[in-house]
């Protein structure tokens, strides 16, 4: 590979990486609110149980049963993979950009200071 063309593929990896890193913000801040939204039915949920009487002990069971509390607590999950699936994403792009670096340099101090 030519110095340019090492050179190209560094440029389009940092703008990959910066595509990446704000993806994982968008990710980030879905997976806040899934996890907002959860923990506000899960509080709701448990005071209605406790409202009807149910016993204390079986609150939480009951509650992370009902069909809408588990249809958030998948949503969050959920979000919360792909919040970090995309973290993965910016990590896999900065260890792509710094073994190009390292080409680069390598080249570099192999042609003697210029590429070829």
Known sequence: MSGQSLQAALEET????????????????LHAQKDREYKIAVAKAIREEKAAGTPATLIISL???????????????????????????????KKEADGLREQIERE?????????
Not at 67 to 73: G, Q, T, V, Y
């Open 63 to 93: 509650v992370k049963g009902r069909e809408d509390i588990a249809k958030l607590a998948f949503e969050r999950d959920t979000a919360e993979v792909m919040y970090k699936t995309a973290l993965e994403a910016v990590n896999l792009r």
């Open 14 to 29: 940092i703008k990959n990486a910066k595509q990446s890193l704000a993806e994982s913000r968008v990710q980030g801040e």
């Open 108 to 116: 570099w101090n192999r042609s003697g200071g210029s590429y070829d």
